[in-house]
Every structure is written in structure tokens, then in C-alpha cells.
């Protein structure tokens, strides 16, 4: 009997997972320094790296002012140790950081750059200032700086922004200077392809490989288990697996993160259970939290309670300090296991060892005491953590906005509507459906004071249009109330006055002047 096919959410989660790895892949990560406490000393360039660490999301400018801050304390900016705080900041998506670290490098210390460093650049330079940019810094580099390092990080440009005709271009245009034979481009090409959904497309490529007679590697097994799983063709992925194991391809603990993944949403609970213990053997010393993260998760998606608590253990004992990421990552774990007593004790232990406030974390609570109908205990939650200097995000005001809506009390959800309107712009959304209640329910209840502070929502939120005006009218009428202000109001808000708000307008007694 075949097994159940996996949702469309939980392949498109996959997916995700697959593609956010794949698109890392245009140059070589590694994270090594050394630690010691002072500037213009030995190991003072760990120093270095905690402030630069510490700016947190602070705007452009702020680390070369912290360069040249360490500089005249006689700090000495080795290339080599640059470089690695330029792969730490890129690890953890401070790529703006990052980018301003490697101009500083050039621009101010007149540092030479490899090919490596050349296409970590070029990556960064459209991660934070778009696509044209990137192809403008490859198109003024020296030809001998153009290799396969930098046209392969181009090629990622292209497959991560889902230009599948300039990336098959560049891909052709790599193969007749000789530098496309690798299993890199292959794999970006296979996760563009992932991303469009032309699984056909994958298989073909994989025969190119066989033709040009190239070594897959570990991602390109996770690209095709995951193109595979797409069809629940869970035969053909264990089929890979032994072709894997013929050519002596050496899998790594994401590929088995990728294979329980597939078991776990197939409902094949003995396969998966044995990839994550594949999985944790495969983690090196330098592999980091995330390997422990993603067994956290997995075990919570199987259900285990007891091997969440192990890992979480293991994450303990294994780093001197427990990260956000890895409270967050436990959080979530419990979250789905129901474990909310469980979810307190570990947002406690985190409370108590803060050093960068991380409100999801503080919505992840939030939403495990809603999920339980908690509601006091959450807005409490909320109350402390504003205590503490906190400031709600656009998912603090959908989990409120979401419960309360859920429970009928359509003011209090309009208050945290208003909340959104306070987020910076474009931050807070309302979709078409909840609109639709707010203003079904102001004009059942002839609440025009309510309909009011929703347009006012709305307004802000640069979504006010003539139907919104309409429900407005309508409620007045309801309410038996009126305002001479309305039909300015409409006009200044740039909306046709209709057929249907003209004689709304001419029922309140308004008169066209």
C-alpha cells in the first residue's frame, strides 16, 4: 500500500527548507576565530567580531564605525580575519553588515580580493542592493577575476530571483569557457528549477551529469528526494539513495535532515526515526547548532516528546550559550507536541538569559497560551515583556487580531488593528476577508463609532477604498447618526463618488455643493 502523498504545506515547507540551503551555495562558509579580550593583541579580533555582532539591526554606517573605532585602538584588520566575520555576519542574514565589512576592506584598507571573496560579494551586493547592482560589479571586474567562482555566484543570483532564461544563458555561456562542468551550477539550476515547479526539468539535468560525468554531491541528492517526494514517489527516492551509496557520494546530516523530512510528512515513522538517528551522527564539531535544531523539530513532528528533551539537553551541554534560534526552534517544538506548561519553563530559562530581546519568541508564548484559549495568561505575557521595553511586530498583533476576531469581540481586534497601523510601513497587513467581517459586523451592531476607527485603520494602512466608504454610510444610517464631514472626507481620500455613495450620502440628508 502506498503511502499517503505528503500535504501541498508540508512539500511546500520542504521545499522552502531545500531552497533557503541551495541559494547559500555561490561560496564556501566557514566559521573559525579565535577568542581574547582586547584590540591590537592576540585573538583581539574576537573582540572585534562581539561588536560587530552587537549592532544587532543597526543602519549603514555602523560598522565602519566600529572598524575604525577598533583601528585606532590599535586593532590590526587582517584580510583573513575580516573575511571570516564577513561569513559569520552572512551565516546569520546580516548581509548588509556583511556588504559594508567587505567595502570597508576595499575602500578604506585597499584589501585585494580573491575570486572567493569576489563572489561572496557580488552575493551580498544583490542580497542588499538588488539584481542590476550584482551585474554591474561582474560586468567591471578584470577578466581574470572573472571564474567559475564568480560566474557561479552570478548564476545563483539569477536562479534565487527565478530568471530561469539568464540563468540558462550564463550556465551555457560557463560551459563554453570550460568552467561549467561542476556540480555547483548543476545544483542551483536544479533548485531554480525546484522553485518553478519543473521537476522535469531536475531529471534531466541529473542525466546531464551522468553524461558529463560528474559527482553529485550531497545537495544535489536533497534537489532530487525532494523532487521526487513532490510526487510521492518514495520508491524512486530510496532507489537514489543506494545509486548514492554506488558512487560513493558522501551524504551529509542535511541530507538526512531532508530524508526524515520526506518520511515524516510521508507518515513513515520507523524510516524517519531511523534518518534522524543517521542525522545526528553525522554532525561534526564545527556543524554548529542547526543540525540539533532541525532534530527538534522532526521529533516533535513524530511526536516524541522524550528525544525533544534529549536534543534539547544535548544543545546545553554541547554550547556554552543557547541561542535564540535554539530557544525559539525548542518553543516551536513544544508548540506542536501541545506542551505549554513545558513552553513556559523554557521561555523563563530564556528570560532569565537574555542578551538580544527576539520578540518571536515572546509571540511564540503568545500563540501556545491563544492555542489553549489562554487569553488572560497571554495578554499578561504581553503586558510583562512591554514592561521590559518589548515592541509588538505584525505577528504580535495577527495572533491577537486572529483570537479575538476568533472569539467574537470584534473591538478588542480592532485595537489591535490600530497597533498594526503603528508598525513601520507596509509592515502591517489586513486582508479582504477580515475587512469584510470588521464592516459586516460595525453595521449589524450599528456601532458607526467602531466603522469609524476602522476606516481611520484603514486609511493608514493605504487600503481605504469605496466600499469601505459605503459600509461606513450604511452603518450611520443604521446607528441613525450623521456627519457633514463624510463627503469631504471621501474626496480627500481620492474615491469616486458613485452611484451607490450618492444616494447613501443623499439618505444622511448631504446635498452635493
Request: hydrophobic residues 40%; contains cysteine.
Amino acid at each position: 500500500m502506498a503511502p499517503p502523498a505528503p500535504s501541498a504545506g508540508a512539500r511546500l515547507l520542504l521545499l522552502r527548507r531545500l531552497l533557503s540551503t541551495a541559494t547559500e551555495v555561490a561560496a564556501e562558509a566557514t566559521s573559525a576565530t579565535a577568542a581574547a579580550p582586547k584590540a591590537g593583541k592576540k585573538g583581539g579580533s574576537r573582540l572585534l567580531y562581539r561588536r560587530l555582532s552587537a549592532l544587532g539591526g543597526a543602519g549603514e554606517g555602523s560598522v565602519s564605525r566600529v572598524l575604525n573605532k577598533w583601528v585606532r585602538e590599535g586593532g590590526t584588520p587582517r584580510a583573513d580575519d575580516l573575511v571570516k566575520h564577513v561569513k559569520e555576519l552572512r551565516k546569520y542574514k546580516r548581509h548588509a553588515h556583511a556588504l559594508e565589512l567587505m567595502d570597508w576592506m576595499v575602500n578604506a584598507r585597499g584589501m585585494n580580493m580573491s575570486h572567493t571573496n569576489h563572489a561572496i560579494r557580488l552575493d551580498l551586493i544583490y542580497k542588499v542592493r538588488g539584481l542590476e547592482a550584482a551585474e554591474n560589479y561582474f560586468a567591471g571586474l578584470p577578466d581574470p577575476a572573472k571564474s567559475h567562482k564568480t560566474y557561479g555566484a552570478l548564476l545563483n543570483c539569477y536562479c534565487s530571483a527565478k530568471m530561469e532564461e539568464k540563468a540558462t544563458d550564463i550556465y551555457r555561456e560557463m560551459d563554453e569557457l570550460g568552467i561549467g562542468s561542476s556540480v555547483l551550477p548543476i545544483d542551483n539550476l536544479m533548485s531554480l528549477y525546484m522553485k518553478l515547479g519543473q521537476h522535469g526539468k531536475v531529471d534531466s539535468l541529473f542525466e546531464e551529469m551522468k553524461v558529463k560525468n560528474i559527482k553529485p554531491d550531497s545537495l544535489t541528492c536533497c534537489i532530487l528526494m525532494t523532487s521526487y517526494a513532490s510526487s510521492n514517489k518514495i520508491d524512486a527516492i530510496e532507489e537514489l539513495l543506494k545509486e548514492m551509496a554506488e558512487k560513493d557520494v558522501a551524504l551529509g546530516w542535511s541530507a538526512y535532515s531532508t530524508l526524515a523530512s520526506i518520511y515524516v510528512n510521508a507518515g513513515l515513522v520507523e524510516k524517519a526515526e531511523s534518518a534522524l538517528k543517521k542525522l545526528e551522527g553525522l554532525v561534526g564539531a564545527n556543524d554548529g547548532r542547526q543540525p540539533f535544531d532541525f532534530l527538534m523539530s522532526l521529533y516533535a513532528s513524530l511526536g516524541n516528546l522524550s528525544e525533544v528533551n534529549r536534543v534539547w539537553d544535548a544543545i546545553k551541554a554541547k554550547f556554552s550559550k543557547v541561542t535564540n534560534t535554539s530557544y525559539l526552534g525548542m518553543l516551536q517544538a513544544l508548540y506542536k507536541l501541545n506542551d505549554v506548561d513545558r513552553m513556559k519553563q523554557i521561555y523563563v530559562d530564556w528570560e532569565s538569559n537574555i542578551e538580544n530581546y527576539d520578540v518571536k519568541l515572546t509571540n511564540m508564548m503568545i500563540r501556545g497560551h491563544l492555542k489553549r484559549d489562554m487569553t488572560e495568561e497571554a495578554e499578561s505575557l504581553w503586558e510583562k515583556a512591554k514592561e521590559k521595553g518589548a515592541e509588538f511586530d505584525s505577528k504580535t498583533c495577527e495572533l491577537f487580531l486572529d483570537h479575538y476576531m476568533g472569539k467574537g469581540d470584534m473591538n478588542l481586534a480592532l485595537t489591535w488593528v490600530e497597533n498594526m497601523t503603528k508598525l513601520p510601513k507596509k509592515a502591517g497587513k489586513l486582508d479582504q476577508d477580515k475587512i469584510h467581517k470588521f464592516q459586516k459586523y460595525f453595521e449589524e451592531h450599528k456601532d458607526a463609532d467602531g466603522a469609524e476607527r476602522l476606516c481611520n485603520c484603514l486609511r493608514t494602512l493605504g487600503c481605504i477604498d469605496g466600499k469601505a466608504y459605503e459600509y461606513l454610510l450604511r452603518t450611520y444610517l443604521a446607528a441613525g447618526k450623521k456627519s457633514r464631514s463624510l463627503r469631504q472626507q471621501i474626496k480627500d481620500d481620492k474615491i469616486e463618488i458613485c452611484y451607490d455613495i450618492g444616494k447613501l450620502l443623499k439618505r444622511m440628508g448631504d446635498k452635493a455643493r
